[in-house]
């Protein structure tokens, strides 16, 4: 039987791979990998994305898998909930070290990282074709990108160690470009 599309296949295979590994590494913390899928999106995003219904929107899950999965990972201790000083109707969502730990070691699993040091320079234009399929995607499917806050049109350099958020009207520190934004916008 030939395979009408073997692009689609691989990227079937590989997503297999990738869950299956993930799964492995969620059993040894008493997680599952929508849990892992938590706390990985937790360790990468920013201020404005840590929120549940931010968590919702990334992953793409029910509210209330999102709700029992926090309410499962505060009470093993990956993940404390605080009240936002200024709008206290928000929750932020703020990992433990215990939390970052995990979320470092667990995501993308070891496998991945291994196959992708053996592209080499083949990493760069693999990056470019999938991130080009992914906006494609994303385009066609309505989804926000939940980009890296530097890449937003929103995002103004000011020095060095700060950016300009045209959108939220804040100053941040330059380490807040490098995680992802509920609110990217490519354009």
């Known amino acids: 039987m030939s395979h009408i599309d073997p692009l689609s296949d691989i990227l079937e295979r590989i997503t297999t791979l990738y869950r299956n590994?993930?799964?492995l590494v969620g059993?040894?913390?008493?997680?599952?990998p929508v849990h892992l899928e938590v706390l990985y999106y937790l360790f990468r995003c920013n201020k404005f994305s840590d929120t549940p219904?931010?968590?919702?929107e990334f992953l793409g899950i029910t509210k209330?898998?999102?709700s029992q999965s926090i309410t499962l990972l505060a009470s093993k201790g990956f993940l404390t909930k605080e009240k936002d000083p200024v709008d206290r109707r928000v929750t932020h969502l703020v990992l433990t070290e215990k939390g970052e730990e995990v979320?470092?070691?667990?995501?993308?699993?070891?496998?991945?990282?291994n196959g992708l040091e053996q592209l080499g320079?083949?990493?760069h234009a693999l990056?470019?074709?999938?991130?080009?399929?992914?906006?494609?995607?994303q385009k066609a499917t309505n989804s926000a990108s939940f980009g890296l806050c530097k890449t937003c049109k929103f995002h103004q350099p000011i020095t060095d160690g700060q950016f300009f958020c045209e959108l939220?009207?804040?100053t941040l520190d330059a380490a807040g470009g490098e995680l992802i934004c509920r609110e990217h916008t490519l354009d």
């Open 21 to 23: 590994e993930v799964r």
């Open 168 to 170: 939220t009207k804040e």
């Open 127 to 137: 990056k470019e074709q999938l991130e080009t399929l992914l906006r494609s995607m």
């Open 53 to 56: 219904a931010a968590v919702t």
């Open 64 to 66: 209330g898998t999102t």
């Open 103 to 113: 979320a470092k070691s667990a995501i993308p699993p070891t496998v991945l990282k």
């Open 121 to 123: 320079e083949g990493q």
């Open 27 to 32: 059993v040894e913390h008493g997680l599952h």
